[in-house]
């Protein structure tokens, strides 16, 4: 085996990981947190699904890969919930030292291919990043949702919270914003999410 198989063999088991990084939000039907591992590749097959939805023509197999790797990071940065107003304070400082010691595991060309893919995600100025943030978005919405607001419920979450967050939603996708709405609509009408 040569050093390059032996830096993306290691890469590849240190991502392992994500399944060990537990998120907020629970599986359908009442199930156990969702590990990272598990958002992710529920996103990435979203994504694929959905593309027709986003606001812009995109390169689906780049927004795929960009909801695949986006969490990678909590592996060191652990995950910060959403509505979690101390943890965001220190989110990005957190994440860029995980980026940095993650991604320098893999040969240079790779780590800088995931590197410069992870910072457009998080910049939000391509379409494939806004669609790819659309997921991210709305796939713990649906899984609450499926948990009748569960998650927020348990975290006293407001609507103007999850608006204020899901707003984004719309840069990438339009379509799917329109449903997030309806969503929140029958959830505060139901008072799983309070005004």
Not at 14 to 39: C, P, W, Y
Not at 83 to 88: K, M, P, R
Not at 108 to 132: G, I, P, V
Request: hydrophobic letters at 35%; aromatic letters at 8%.
């Amino acid at each position: 085996m040569n050093e390059r198989m032996e830096k993306q063999l290691a890469f590849s088991l240190e991502i392992d990981k994500m399944k060990n990084v537990f998120r907020q939000t629970h599986l359908s039907n009442n199930g156990r947190n969702e590990n990272d591992a598990e958002h992710s590749w529920h996103m990435a097959v979203m994504a694929y699904l959905l593309r027709e939805y986003a606001n812009e023509e995109v390169d689906i197999a780049k927004v795929m890969l960009m909801c695949l790797i986006h969490d990678i990071v909590e592996i060191d940065a652990g995950d910060t919930y959403a509505y979690d107003t101390e943890g965001l304070q220190t989110q990005k400082t957190r994440e860029d030292a995980a980026k940095e010691r993650i991604f320098s595991l893999l040969p240079e060309d790779q780590k800088n291919e995931f590197t410069a893919l992870f910072d457009e995600f998080e910049a939000y100025e391509t379409a494939e990043s806004r669609f790819a943030h659309a997921m991210d978005n709305f796939q713990p919405l649906m899984l609450n949702n499926s948990n009748d607001g569960g998650d927020w419920r348990a975290h006293d979450v407001t609507a103007e919270q999850v608006y204020k967050r899901q707003g984004k939603t719309k840069l990438g996708s339009e379509k799917l914003f329109e449903v997030t709405d309806q969503i929140l609509q029958d959830n505060i009408r139901r008072g799983n999410l309070r005004k």
